[in-house]
């Protein structure tokens, strides 16, 4: 019976190298991303946000026959039943989820311009004279697009 030296043997054997491939996998997986950052993805994904924001105002608007407006600030936007801003607690409209008041709020090195105040009658239609352009501005700068006629929000 022959027994091989391991001593002058050399070498990795696959298992081993398959193991160091799924460990080097796993941390380019978890690294990379945090190394290269999230600054436009934070931005792109507020913009997504905010523009289902204003799609939900309109809907909700339509859903209770009323109007609901979107105070649009700097760093977020809520939804109310009355112009005035800041809103009142007692006027503020509740979200998706039922939740009171309804906000989104910019993450940091985001912006929204221009602070506004959108308003969105019982049928739908916005109080706007014109197409509106909401900016997102972070890392790059994301458009949110609103028909004057019917409200459609785009980007």
């Given amino acids: ?8 043997s050399r070498g990795f054997t696959i298992v081993e190298l398959i193991l160091v491939m799924v ?4 941390l380019a997986a978890v690294a990379v991303p945090r190394m290269v950052g999230r600054a436009g993805f934070d931005t792109r994904g507020f913009a997504d946000q905010l523009a289902a924001t204003v799609r939900f105002a ?10 609901v407006f979107v ?12 112009p ?5 607690a007692a006027s503020r409209a509740p979200g998706p989820g039922g939740e009171k008041p309804h906000t989104v709020s910019a993450p940091g ?20 004279a014109a197409q509106l352009a909401i900016q997102v501005n972070g890392t790059g700068t994301h458009t949110i697009l609103i028909e004057q006629e019917t409200g459609y929000v785009h980007d």
């Fill in 23 to 26: 460990i080097a996998g796993i």
């Fill in 58 to 67: 309109q809907k909700l608007a339509v859903a209770q026959r009323r109007d």
């Fill in 109 to 128: 090195g985001v912006a929204i311009a221009p602070a506004m105040v959108l308003g969105f009658n019982a049928g739908g239609v916005p109080d706007i």
């Fill in 71 to 82: 105070q649009l600030t700097a760093n977020d936007a809520t939804l109310c039943y009355i």
């Fill in 84 to 88: 005035t801003t800041p809103c009142p």
């Fill in 1 to 8: 019976m022959a027994y091989l030296n391991r001593g002058s």
